[in-house]
Nanobody, 128 residues
Framework: QVQLVESGGGSVQAGGSLRLSCAASGYTYSNSCMGWFRQAPGKEREGVAAIYTGGGTTYYADSVKGRFTISQDSAKNTLYLTINSLRPEDTAIYYC?????????????????????WGQGTQVTVSS
């Protein structure tokens, strides 16, 4: 049974930092594409970052480059998203996603439809 369990969300003030975690189990973690998505109220789910777990190649949305860092601990099958200089517009539910049958692609990593497995999400709220 595939499980992606996110943690680390919370309420923070603008300018602060958070590190989100996603513990993966039930599938072959290596050589898979894993991503972080977020969804704000009334908005579509958007991809913010992804990583190919086999080689470590990372991908970022232009809107978060320089503030978000995706990383992994392959020994723990755990994905991370470090968010610095948080802004009120970063407020959203953040989701971890994975697909073991795909090694990510620079042109399509940000499409939710490319991921088979999803976590339940963790809320991030940033106050000004």
């Amino acid at each position: 049974q595939v499980q992606l369990v996110e943690s680390g969300g919370g309420s923070v003030q603008a300018g602060g930092s958070l590190r989100l975690s996603c513990a993966a189990s039930g599938y072959t973690y290596s050589n898979s594409c894993m991503g972080w998505f977020r969804q704000a109220p009334g908005k579509e789910r958007e991809g913010v970052a992804a990583i190919y777990t086999g080689g470590g190649t990372t991908y970022y949305a232009d809107s978060v480059k320089g503030r978000f860092t995706i990383s992994q601990d392959s020994a723990k099958n755990t994905l991370y998203l470090t968010i610095n200089s948080l802004r009120p517009e970063d407020t959203a539910i953040y989701y971890c996603a994975a697909d073991p049958h795909w090694g990510c692609n620079s042109g399509s990593w940000h499409y939710p439809s490319n991921y088979n497995y999803w976590g339940q999400g963790t809320q991030v709220t940033v106050s000004s």
